[in-house]
């Protein structure tokens, strides 16, 4: 059973820092690209970072270059989002995802598997 648990989500002030982790188990996710997305009430769910496992390529969009940055450890089949400057507008909780290379990253439709969420919430 294919599965994605994050965590690291929670409570933090403006300016401070949070580094999101998903644990991947369940099927070989080497060639596979994992995505971060997050989804605030009312809104949709928005891209915010992804990686190639294999190759370890980086792929932001431009509002999220600089203070987000993605990782892996391939040993610990565990993707990463280290958040920093959060800002109030940040709060969301926060998707991680796996999908097949060759997928538009940036979009929810091509990802196969999807974790529960963690909540981020930033005071101000």
């Known amino acids: 059973q294919v599965q994605l648990v994050e965590s690291g989500g929670g409570l933090v002030q403006a300016g401070g820092s949070l580094r999101l982790s998903c644990a991947a188990s369940g099927r070989t996710f080497s060639s596979y690209i994992m995505g971060w997305f997050r989804q605030a009430p009312g809104k949709e769910r928005e891209f915010v970072a992804a990686i190639s496992w294999r190759s370890g390529s980086t792929y932001y969009p431009d509002s999220m270059k600089g203070r987000f940055t993605i990782s892996r450890d391939n040993a610990k089949n565990t993707v990463y989002l280290q958040m920093n400057s959060l800002k109030p507008e940040d709060t969301a909780v926060y998707y991680c995802?796996?999908?097949?290379?060759?997928?538009?990253?940036?979009?929810?439709?091509?990802?196969?598997?999807w974790g529960q969420g963690t909540q981020v919430t930033v005071s101000s």
């Open positions: 995802a796996a999908g097949p290379p060759g997928l538009v990253v940036s979009t929810t439709r091509g990802y196969q598997y």
